[in-house]
Each structure stands twice: as structure tokens, then as C-alpha cells.
């Protein structure tokens, strides 16, 4: 993975057919998808359920670009292990998640991964500005965590305040949640380079006709490259 700022769309197969996921991985990597982003929720920190390290790790059979796990669970650490064997190339623990972040990062570096950093709407920018040199990505959440298809909340304050504290370093910023054709445009121009999208991507196609996935990505990036 060498880093870049071009902008990258990463769906989440929070809204693939949960019964076929290897085919829905194959398609959105057919239709351009830069990274495959896989929500890992726990019922726990954020109320609902989706999958561990077993499905994970057979998700990574199917994965040909990066692999960008976002987790949604308390406590991190001792799952951590579990996800790099399962193949993840991107770990992303939350802010929020425990009181102990910046050991969190050190692990999931020492564990062979990169390491990210998601924010809740309520956290703001300032509490990771002692993380940015143990952080690959900054996860700007734009809806409260815990399902797909919710309406996208306007974090563009926040984006840019990080954009101008990461500066040069090879960070990325990552929005999550109500990505589409008319809020992408607004955090790329505030300076993100990653955006997760899942009901914007999956709406209208399947996996028998995925052309739609591919329509549905290449409006996503229109519109965010026509803001930069
Ligand atoms: C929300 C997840 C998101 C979600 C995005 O908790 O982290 O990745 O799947 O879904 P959309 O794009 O439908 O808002
Ligand atoms: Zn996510």
C-alpha cells in the first residue's frame, strides 16, 4: 500500500447480500472499488451485530485491493491478534472505544497492520492531536455507528481542522456514513481522501447485475473529484 491522497471509494458490505459475500466482494472490486470496507460490530459498544475474525478471514480470500476493517467494539485489544491473522490490511479501533487508544495503535502497528482511528459525531478533532504520528487513518464518522442507510451529519468543520493538523503526514481521512453524489463533493473539498459508502453503492444492483454497483461508484467519484 504506498500512500496517496487521490481519492479512494471504499464500499462496505454492511449492504451487500449477507449470503453471498465472497461474490458481492468480487463484484465491487470488478466495478472499480478502490478498498473494501468491513464493519466489525459487537452489540455492545454500538447496537447491532455483524461478524468476526472467521468471516473475516474468509472475506480476505476475495479481497484483491486493501482490506479496511472498521471495528465496532469494546474492548479492542484482545481481538486485535485475531484480526491481523485474519488478513486485515487496515484496523480501525474508535476513539471511544477505551481508555487507552495510543496503546491500542502501538498494537495494532506491532500486530503488521496500519492503524486508524475512528471519531464518533460527539469527539472532536482535538483528541487526536497526540495520535497523528501513530495513526495511518483518521475515520471522520458522519452518522452515529451502528447501521447502514442513515442521513448523513455534516462534519465538514471537523475534516478540515484535521486536514491542516496532519499537514504533511502520509494520514488519511476517511468519512463513514451517508456517503452519496451530493455529500461526497462536500468532504472532499474539506480535505478527506477515503470515502466508505454502502447503501449509495449496493442501491439498485446485485450481484448478478453489478454494472449498477460500477454506476453507482463512478457517480460517487465524479462528484468528490469535482469539488477538489
Ligand atoms: C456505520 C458503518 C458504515 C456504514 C455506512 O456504522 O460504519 O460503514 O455501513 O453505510 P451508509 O453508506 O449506508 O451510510
Ligand atoms: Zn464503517
Redesign the pocket.
Same mark, same amino acid.
Do not use: T
Given at each position: 500500500m504506498t500512500f496517496s491522497r487521490k481519492i479512494k471509494i471504499a464500499p462496505?458490505i454492511?449492504?451487500a447480500d449477507f449470503a453471498d459475500f465472497g461474490r458481492e466482494i468480487q463484484a465491487i472490486e470488478a466495478e472499480g472499488a478502490d478498498w473494501v #470496507?468491513i464493519?466489525v460490530?459487537d452489540g455492545h459498544f %454500538?447496537p447491532n451485530l455483524t461478524f468476526g475474525p472467521p468471516a473475516v478471514a474468509a472475506f480476505r480470500k476475495h479481497v484483491k485491493t486493501v482490506m479496511d476493517v #472498521?471495528l465496532?467494539i469494546a474492548p479492542v485489544d484482545p481481538y486485535i491478534d485475531a484480526y491481523a491473522k485474519a488478513g486485515a490490511d487496515i484496523l480501525t479501533a474508535h476513539i471511544e472505544a477505551g481508555p487507552h487508544i495510543h496503546r491500542t495503535l502501538q498494537a495494532i502497528r506491532g500486530a503488521g497492520m496500519k492503524a486508524g482511528i475512528a471519531l464518533n459525531p460527539g469527539t472532536p478533532a482535538e483528541a487526536v492531536s497526540d495520535l497523528l504520528d501513530m495513526a495511518d487513518l483518521i475515520c471522520v464518522?458522519t452518522?452515529n455507528?451502528?447501521?447502514? @442507510?442513515?442521513k448523513f451529519i455534516d462534519m465538514t468543520a471537523k475534516v478540515r481542522k484535521l486536514r491542516a493538523m496532519i499537514g504533511d503526514r502520509p494520514v488519511h481521512i476517511e468519512i463513514? @456514513?451517508?456517503?452519496d453524489p451530493v455529500t461526497a463533493p462536500l468532504m472532499a473539498a474539506a480535505g478527506a481522501d477515503v470515502l %466508505?459508502?454502502?447503501?449509495?453503492v449496493f442501491k439498485g444492483g446485485s450481484v448478478e447485475n453489478h454494472a449498477v454497483y460500477g454506476q453507482n461508484i463512478r457517480a460517487i467519484r465524479a462528484a468528490a473529484e469535482s469539488a477538489l
Open positions: 462496505s454492511l449492504s #470496507h464493519d460490530m %454500538v #472498521h465496532m464518522m452518522v455507528p451502528g447501521f447502514g @442507510g442513515q463513514d @456514513g451517508g456517503m %466508505v459508502a454502502g447503501s449509495a
